[in-house]
């Protein structure tokens, strides 16, 4: 079995690499890619895997993009940091999806699921290229660009260009660039992912999303992480792990 994995993320690569090989040790892993255009390239000048296991959320964009640029008429595993909430619209497009961090059980569950619907029917494989094919059919669901925030006895709504941080303190409030703090109706930090532009907005850990033009200043720990200072507000630094910290500073630099 032919497999191609697109995931920016090293050290989940990894894992998903290692618990590939000991759930299906006839697997080929044929590339491991970490961004959308380098996806877009790969599968326009090769041969297409068996198998598909492929990040939501990607460096340079959302992988659904993939599909505007090449079509893939081959089933899919969709690993993802988001719950079933999050991306239940996706879920009929694909044999299934995974949560990170990524389960050995799961997996292998997954896989059985591939064989018995794609490897061992042809009229199931049809039914696959099919579901591929309405993805293919798609239009890019488009960013939110407003948010509503409690403000006194009513809503406001703040413009996305306006925001600095969310953050996840208990509850999830958002930080205006005019250093105001609101409350929000978010139950978590994955579902606004879902819903802004991975250009201007990233992850950096847990607790926050920034906005690009919220960072002031990074300064690299000595542990490897990096320390991110928020325009607008002095006494509030965001980590970003010894793992991200490279993948923050391409986000950065990217328009």
């Known amino acids: ?123 199931k494989q049809s039914e696959i290229i099919e579901l591929v094919s309405i993805l293919n059919s798609k239009r890019p669901v488009p960013f939110k660009e407003r948010f509503l925030v409690h403000h006194k006895s009513g809503f406001i709504p703040i413009q996305s260009d306006l925001i600095s941080v969310f953050l996840k303190d208990q509850i999830i409030y958002l930080l205006s660039t005019s250093g105001q703090k609101y409350v929000t109706d978010y139950n978590t930090l994955d579902e606004i992912e879902e819903l802004v532009n991975p250009l201007s907005f990233y992850r950096a850990n847990r607790q926050t999303l920034i906005h690009k033009s919220a960072v002031e200043s990074i300064q690299k720990h000595f542990s490897g992480k990096v320390e991110v200072k928020v325009r607008g507000y002095a006494d509030m630094i965001i980590d970003v792990s010894r793992e991200k910290a490279q993948d923050f500073k391409n986000w950065l630099e990217n328009d």
């Open 1 to 123: 079995m032919k497999v191609l994995i697109i995931e920016d993320e090293s050290l989940i690569a990894k894992n998903l690499q290692r618990l590939l090989c000991e759930v299906a040790p006839d697997v080929e892993i044929l590339a491991v890619i970490d961004s959308v255009s380098a996806a877009v390239k790969w599968l326009r000048s090769n041969p297409h895997p068996d198998l598909l296991f492929m990040d939501i959320q990607l460096s340079d964009g959302v992988s659904f993009e993939i599909f505007t640029q090449v079509s893939i008429d081959k089933p899919i595993i969709f690993t993802t940091a988001y719950d079933e909430y999050a991306i239940k619209a996706f879920k009929f497009n694909s044999i299934d999806y995974l949560l990170k961090p990524i389960d050995k059980a799961d997996l292998k569950t997954a896989l059985d699921k591939f064989h018995r619907l794609y490897e061992q029917s042809a009229g």
